[in-house]
Nanobody, 130 residues
Framework: EVQLQASGGGLVQAGGSLRLSCAAS????????IGWFRQAPGKEREGVSC????????YYTDSVKGRFTISSDNAKNTLYLQMNSLIPEDTAVYYC???????????????????????WGKGTQVTVSS
């Protein structure tokens, strides 16, 4: 059974940092696309960052470039999102998701491609205070 469990959210002041973790089970990260998405109240879901081990691509949405870093520990089957220099606009519920096939990180992080993600974890709340 495939499961994704996100953790690491919390309340932080602007300028602070958080590291999200997503523990995956039931599959390995080889030749998969995995990533982080977020949804703020009243807004549509947004692809934050995705990584593809099939084409070695990494995607970041423009608003987080230079501040967030996605990484994975294949031995632990865990995906991470290091979030630095947080701003109030980063406040949202963050979800991890996986596509169990080959593909582009940019495509599966996009609004067009993200519905193709096979599995979604429960979210973790990130709140950035000003």
């Amino acid at each position: 059974e495939v499961q994704l469990q996100a953790s690491g959210g919390g309340l932080v002041q602007a300028g602070g940092s958080l590291r999200l973790s997503c523990a995956a089970s039931g599959f390995t990260f080889d030749d998969k696309v995995i990533g982080w998405f977020r949804q703020a109240p009243g807004k549509e879901r947004e692809g934050v960052s995705c990584i593809s081990s099939s084409d070695d691509s990494t995607y970041y949405t423009d608003s987080v470039k230079g501040r967030f870093t996605i990484s994975s520990d294949n031995a632990k089957n865990t995906l991470y999102l290091q979030m630095n220099s947080l701003i109030p606009e980063d406040t949202a519920v963050y979800y991890c998701a996986a596509y169990l096939g080959s593909g582009s990180s940019r495509y599966y992080c996009s609004a067009y491609g993200s519905p193709g993600m096979d599995y979604w974890g429960k979210g973790t709340q990130v709140t950035v205070s000003s």
